[in-house]
């Protein structure tokens, strides 16, 4: 991953210590980073398919190695309390067990880039999304474009959305479990249709076996 360019237009943010450790990890574990980011200052990695927890691991150890400041989205209740996996409250934004140190973990998760996002408020978690990041100058927001693990071979819309709004690069990104890589490939450009835009990224996806599926472009299995 130190093949990987960075310019004064992205984001930077060394880590003497939990970077090296990040790069440790990554080779311990077999993994790895190919292809580029664009040198532009507003970019959303798109990635597919998401059909394990162990993403969100491998992509946290990728930002920690590549020295660079990733944003990510979780639901506002991951920030302040234990993640259980069977939910005892209807409200989505309080599921878990509330404890004595939810702020702690709140000031932690913020300050690693998390975004959180209120699922049962009337504003959608897009517009949420271009609230917290309009205001930056530059950043990269990493982004799971199916939005949830499930076997469906489908993905939101919500890429589309922000990238329009917050004139960011989508750059499609496989999470590639058969070669052990994140592949950053070509970015994508927005056209005004939303329907093109995601075709266009399930094509990119086409048979890349994640850890517990592999993404068929819809119509072709």
């Known amino acids: 991953m130190d093949h990987i ?9 060394i880590r003497k ?3 090296p450790l990040g790069r440790l990890i990554l080779k311990a574990v077999n993994w790895d980073v190919v292809g580029n980011l664009p040198d532009k200052k507003r970019i959303i990695i798109a ?36 993640v259980v996996p069977l939910p005892f409250k209807k409200n989505p934004d309080k599921l878990g067990i509330p404890h004595p140190f939810g702020r702690l ?3 932690v998760l913020l300050g690693f880039g ?11 978690v897009t517009q949420q999304v271009i609230e917290q ?20 071979q489908t993905i939101k819309s919500g890429f589309h959305y922000i990238g329009k709004a917050l004139d960011a690069t989508i750059v499609p990104t496989k999470i590639d479990y058969e070669n052990r890589r994140f592949e950053l490939m ?17 094509e990119r996806y086409h048979l890349v076996k994640g850890r517990n599926k592999v993404f068929y472009k819809p119509g072709t299995k």
């Open 133 to 152: 990041l309009k205001s930056k100058d530059k950043f990269i927001l990493y982004l799971t474009v199916e939005g949830e693990m499930k076997t469906n």
């Open 47 to 82: 990635s597919a398919p998401h059909s394990s927890t162990f993403d969100a691991i491998y992509a946290y150890f990728v930002c920690l190695a590549t020295d660079l400041k990733f944003y990510f989205l979780g639901s506002v209740s991951m920030f302040t309390r234990i």
């Open 186 to 202: 070509e970015e994508l450009p927005l056209t005004n249709s939303v329907e093109e835009d995601k075709e266009s990224l399930m």
């Open 17 to 19: 210590f939990l970077g």
């Open 114 to 124: 998390g975004i959180p996002v209120w699922r049962a408020k009337s504003t959608g």
């Open 105 to 107: 973990q709140n000031k």
């Open 5 to 13: 360019v960075k310019t004064e237009n992205h984001p930077i943010k």
